[in-house]
């Protein structure tokens, strides 16, 4: 394609939907990226704001982001835009046969791998955690040779912080897998795919069965299949008559593989180009505006023209923010970064300080319409935005936020582009 | 072993996200493979340090699925290669069909030199099959192999008289379009004289190497890379551009070498190099493409080769098929097809090779499309093989939407 309308950097969750909502609008879109997201090891679920500054829990996402502080990038956003963002986020999830749960002014609580929970808002039906919460019976399955997920300690901190008539058990089912020195370990992803399987369904609910009272709800570690869709739920829930809960977990991860085949299937029923591989380097710009993003690779440069670009790189991990000592910048269109010159003040000293990470914050500043703003306050190219991860004023590990903002500020992003405000 | 400067392997950059280990299609179909980050870049540092023994080294397939989505680029499917053949250096072969597969333009020669060659060959390899010889060799019982045409393309091109255009190309062809499939080459040499464009080729070049690779022979493929590398420099040298229609050849040709190989000239040519159809996009682009087509109202799936998708360059198949009236083209969009070049005939990989290809045979079934279309010689052979389904390349489709 010579020119698109909108051209995007990056395909990780902020790249993919962006690219979604401004081809529904019915714009020519292409995306450059080199590497897939992070959305491929990540949760799968849509945080959007779980804990203040302070460290206090949310309750109403929406609410929370009244009077958060001016460069957080919900300021930009509003509460309206996360709305609409993630309503058009859980219409999308419908059309394509993987509906997510939840409502953007609640904030819901996720049992984590270890037995503990963390507030979340969007999950798809495998984490119905408010099933966990009606259940009078709760049974941790465990898989006896699977790494990554330790049934017992998971049991304990349940039976801990669950209310105290709540029935706690542990089972552990036996994969019976093939072993070997010449065999590698068992991940959560090779028992999604043998649940997939007849004879992995089978062994599961002969195995499980006897242990299921009335009103059970399983807690499991990830491994209800890697498509997007709800079949093994489906087949197991009503051969069990019990509800299955997917606890979060470590990368690789299962419910983000299935997150990311279903946003990339979106975008190419909508027509986005995709082009893989394509290491954005740099980008011309004319009288502040960008004309074309420029990719290297083995053979030669190539010039990728636009309207209007996005840019969703994410941050330091992914490459979409460099460090150096004492300075930072985004490389392709060469924006500075305001960093103190002295690095050890780059983070707290304790790296689990109750509070958030100075380094985790840093990122591009933008204006309220998500248009970059350099160090001396310049403003590189009036046709560009900024979405995702690269964004400066957050932290989403502690704040729990990190798939909502790139939500929010992609759809923010494209539906500006596409002519709504 | 030499290291280009531009694109140093560097094991280093791997940040240990494990995203690679979700894509890798081998991994998905067997434990006796430890993923790519594990034999890739963590095994790459620890090698430097001790010697290692590690035969799960042998599954990985070079598909290069794993370059495609790591973040960091890191050159894993390469780093797994160097591996592999430091590995046989001084372990016994697993398969022995791994040096047959690994030079088969030897045999291409061999077969296509003798008069009826190909009939005898063609016919030795069902009888040999029927007699268990393929088995006895390392070639998977069931596996479907590629068979030789009676006239190689290089014969073919020389009874062709083209029309001389200023715009000219060499087209290297490779052993699979030269010695299987020489249709392909000349659907080629029609296209692009339909859209003014001179075709040459050279007689000189040789296997670009991607099997000997593939199959841990790189001390060969090295001998190759220096004997093809002067070659395609002179010719970029001369004005021309370079044209592959494998995307094996194409990716082996323009990025392999300069991953595994330092040899002058390397990077110059490959900033002229382009897939057989990136080369009419880039016309379209210029709207000099020629869209003179008459009705096709088949319907197609496309499959997009593992070595396509990592050259950076998008589908341009599927965005010039689409503009023939009445086409009905889809992108099958399952992943990788399983055979990797060679890797699915041998005995001790076919069932590997055919559960990684299952969700592409099942799409290809269930799409009802009447033809598959692919770059790739040996995914094509492979979707026919496991859905039933012919399959061609996208130069044909063309070729017979210009009525040639
Ligand atoms: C282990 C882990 C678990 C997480 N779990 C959760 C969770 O459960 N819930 C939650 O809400 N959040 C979670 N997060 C946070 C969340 O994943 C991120 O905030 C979010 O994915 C950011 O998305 P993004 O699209 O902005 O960036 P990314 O996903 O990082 O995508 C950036 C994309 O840009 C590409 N790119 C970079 N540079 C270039 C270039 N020069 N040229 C071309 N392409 C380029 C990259 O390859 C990549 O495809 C988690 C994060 C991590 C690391
Ligand atoms: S090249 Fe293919 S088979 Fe080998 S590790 Fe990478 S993805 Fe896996
Ligand atoms: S994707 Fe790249 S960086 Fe991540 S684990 Fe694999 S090799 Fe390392
Ligand atoms: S990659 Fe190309 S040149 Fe090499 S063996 Fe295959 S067809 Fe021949």
């Given at each position: 394609m010579k020119k698109s309308d909108i051209l995007i950097i990056g395909n990780g969750i902020s790249g993919l939907f962006a690219a979604c909502i401004a081809a529904d609008m019915g714009k020519k879109v292409q995306i450059l990226s080199y590497g897939a997201g992070t959305l491929t090891i990540g949760g799968g679920i849509i945080d959007v704001l779980g804990y203040d500054d302070q460290g206090k829990f949310i309750a109403d996402p929406l609410k929370g982001m009244d009077g958060i502080s001016a460069n957080h990038p919900y300021a930009k956003t509003g509460a309206q835009t996360a709305k609409k963002a993630l309503e058009a986020f859980l219409k999308i999830t419908e059309e394509e046969g993987y509906p997510y749960l939840g409502s953007p002014d609640k904030n819901l609580w996720l049992p984590t791998a270890v037995g503990n929970f963390k507030p979340t808002c969007l999950v798809p039906r495998t984490m119905d955690t408010e099933a966990l919460f009606k259940a009078d019976n709760i049974l941790v399955v465990g898989f006896d040779t699977m790494k990554d997920f330790y049934a017992d300690m998971a049991t304990k901190n349940l039976r801990e912080r669950l209310s105290k008539n709540k029935n706690v058990e542990e089972f552990i089912v036996k994969l019976n897998f093939e072993y070997g020195r010449d065999l590698r370990d068992i991940s959560a992803m090779d028992v999604a795919r043998w649940l997939e399987t007849d004879e992995g369904h089978r062994s599961f609910v002969d195995q499980v069965k006897g242990h299921v009272k009335a009103n059970t709800a399983i807690v499991l570690p990830p491994v209800l299949g890697l498509e997007p869709n709800y079949k093994v739920l489906d087949s197991l829930k009503k051969e069990l008559s019990c509800a299955l809960i997917e606890v979060s977990s470590l990368p690789p991860a299962v419910t983000g593989t299935r997150l990311n085949k279903m946003l990339h299937s979106c975008a190419k029923k909508r027509g986005v180009q995709i082009i893989e591989k394509a290491r954005v380097v740099g980008s011309e710009i004319i009288d502040g505006k960008c004309q074309a993003v420029i990719t290297e690779?083995?053979?030669?440069?190539?010039?990728?023209?636009?309207?209007?670009?996005?840019?969703?790189?994410?941050?330091?991990?992914?490459?979409?923010?460099?460090?150096?000592?004492?300075?930072?910048?985004?490389?392709?269109?060469?924006?500075?970064?305001?960093?103190?010159?002295?690095?050890?003040?780059?983070?707290?000293?304790?790296?689990?300080?109750?509070?958030?990470?100075?380094?985790?914050?840093?990122?591009?500043?933008?204006?309220?319409?998500?248009?970059?703003?350099?160090?001396?306050?310049?403003?590189?190219?009036?046709?560009?935005?900024?979405v995702g991860r690269s964004l400066a004023g957050y932290d989403f590990c502690y704040e729990k936020s990190g798939n909502g903002v790139a939500l929010i500020t992609a759809y923010k992003a494209a539906a500006a582009f596409c002519g709504e405000a | 072993m030499a290291i280009n400067k531009q694109h140093a392997i560097d094991p280093d950059k791997c940040t240990a996200c494990t995203i690679c280990i979700t894509a890798c299609p081998v991994t998905a179909a067997t434990r006796k493979f430890r993923g790519p980050k594990m034999t890739g870049p963590a095994l790459t540092r620890l090698r430097k340090l001790v010697s290692d023994d590690d035969p799960m080294l042998d599954y990985c397939s070079n598909c290069k699925t794993c370059d495609l989505v790591c973040p960091s680029g890191v050159p894993i499917s390469t780093l797994n290669m160097i591996a592999k053949n430091e590995y046989y250096k001084t372990h016994p072969r697993k398969s022995k069909a791994d040096d047959m597969l690994a030079h088969s333009e030897k045999m291409g020669k061999l077969i296509t030199a003798l008069p009826l060659g190909s009939t005898f060959a063609n016919l030795g390899m069902s009888v040999g099959k029927s007699f268990g010889v393929m088995g006895a060799m390392g070639i998977a019982q069931d596996a479907k192999m590629p068979s030789y045409a009676s006239e190689s393309f290089i014969s073919k091109f020389k009874k062709i008289k083209q029309t001389p255009y200023p715009r000219k190309v060499v087209f290297f062809s490779g052993c699979y379009i030269n010695y299987n499939q020489p249709e392909v080459g000349t659907d080629l040499v029609k296209v692009y004289q339909k859209n003014k464009i001179e075709v040459a080729i050279d007689e000189n070049f040789v296997c670009c190497g991607s099997p000997m690779v593939s199959g841990g022979y790189i001390d060969d493929a090295r001998v190759n890379a220096s004997k093809n590398t002067a070659l395609l420099k002179s010719w970029v040298d001369r004005g021309y551009d370079i044209v592959t229609a494998c995307t094996s050849c194409g990716l082996m040709l323009k990025q392999e070498y300069q991953e595994l190989f330092d040899f002058e000239g390397m990077a110059e040519y490959a900033a002229h190099m382009y897939d057989s159809i990136e080369y009419l996009a880039k016309l379209h682009d210029d709207g000099q493409f020629d869209t003179d087509f008459a009705n096709d109202n088949t319907k197609y799936i496309y499959h997009a080769p593992c070595h396509l998708k990592v050259q950076a360059i998008g589908r341009p198949s599927m965005e010039l098929l689409p503009m023939i009236p009445g086409i009905d083209i889809e992108e099958a969009d399952v992943g990788c097809c399983g055979i990797s070049g060679s890797y699915g005939f041998k005995a001790d990989k076919h069932e590997i090779a055919m559960k990684v290809g299952s969700k592409l045979f099942n799409r290809i079934k269930n799409s009802h499309a009447k033809l598959g279309v692919c770059e790739c010689g040996t995914c094509r052979l492979q979707m026919e093989n496991g859905s039933g389904v012919k399959a061609i390349h996208p130069l044909t489709v063309l070729r017979q939407a210009y009525g040639l």
């Open positions: 690779g083995f053979d030669r440069q190539r010039k990728f023209y636009a309207e209007q670009f996005i840019l969703a790189t994410g941050g330091v991990y992914g490459g979409g923010i460099i460090a150096k000592i004492g300075a930072m910048s985004e490389p392709i269109f060469n924006i500075d970064i305001e960093v103190p010159k002295v690095q050890t003040d780059w983070s707290y000293k304790q790296l689990f300080a109750d509070k958030k990470q100075i380094f985790a914050q840093y990122g591009v500043s933008v204006d309220e319409n998500l248009t970059p703003v350099a160090a001396d306050g310049s403003k590189p190219a009036s046709n560009v935005k900024v | -």
